[in-house]
């Protein structure tokens, strides 16, 4: 280990960027309200990056900074911002980053396109007959989430309750979103982008290793994820 009091070293971490074609306060903060509504134990405190690609305005950073720690997320800095952008949110303290391949292909999706189906089934499980397609996503309040097939990659279900997966779960799987760490994830063929309960989430990377192509059972166990084979 070094003997120096300060290191600095280059790191990558997982961000959530935030791509929206109305940067208004007012537009924003309807949109984002419906989305954090949906998983608010996910997204609490969850660094943001702004995507300013299809940006037609000049944002007021400094006010899109307030609301954003309002909502209790933070706003870590921008991507895809042209030259008089970068200089304004570096004005505003944000960082000014460069926009990845990967970013780069859902940057002309606005928010409102991921979300196709939002059910409120304050008892009975939701059941979804069908594959979940890339861009879906399926939330069922209060209770279970259940998916007669596969979730594609880029789609997203989240429940409140637990999620059973009779198929390949190679999207975004999120339960016990309203903050319950008792609820799990339970899919017959894990290949997933993220896994996340009541907060705790797993990266693509994380998970490929012993259980990743097998039936499995996600749950958490002293605050920490753990995958055990579904028997």
């Known amino acids: 280990m070094s003997d120096q009091l300060l290191e600095l070293k280059g790191s990558l971490f997982p961000l959530s960027v935030l791509s ?7 537009s924003l903060q309807q949109q984002l309200s419906q989305k954090l509504a949906q998983a608010p134990a996910f997204f609490y405190q969850a660094p943001i990056i702004l995507n300013l690609t299809d940006c037609q305005q000049v944002p007021d950073f400094n ?21 008089e952008l970068k200089q304004l949110a570096q ?29 409120n089934i304050p008892m ?13 996503q399926i939330y069922a309040k209060g209770t279970d989430l259940i998916i007669k097939g596969t979730v594609g990659a880029g789609a997203e279900v989240i429940a409140d309750g637990n999620i059973h997966i009779y198929g390949t779960l190679r999207g975004k799987a999120i339960a016990g979103a309203a903050g319950d760490n008792s609820k799990r994830i339970y899919c017959y063929n ?5 896994i996340s309960i009541a907060g705790n989430y797993w990266l693509s990377e994380s998970l490929q290793g012993e259980f990743w192509g097998k039936p499995s059972c996600i749950k958490l166990q002293d605050d920490q994820l753990v995958l055990a084979e579904l028997v």
């Not at 894990?190 to 993220?194: C, G, I, K, N, V």
């Open 20 to 26: 929206c074609k109305g940067l208004s306060i007012s």
């Open 63 to 83: 006010a899109i900074k307030q609301l954003f720690s309002e909502l209790k997320l933070v706003l870590v800095g921008v991507c895809g911002a042209n030259t």
């Open 91 to 119: 004005q505003a303290g944000l960082a000014a980053l460069q926009l990845g391949k990967e970013t780069k292909s859902n940057a002309t999706k606005p928010i409102e396109s991921v979300t196709e189906t939002v059910v």
């Open 124 to 136: 009975d499980s939701k059941i979804v007959e069908q594959a979940v397609r890339s861009g879906q």
């Open 190 to 194: 894990l290949q997933a982008e993220l």
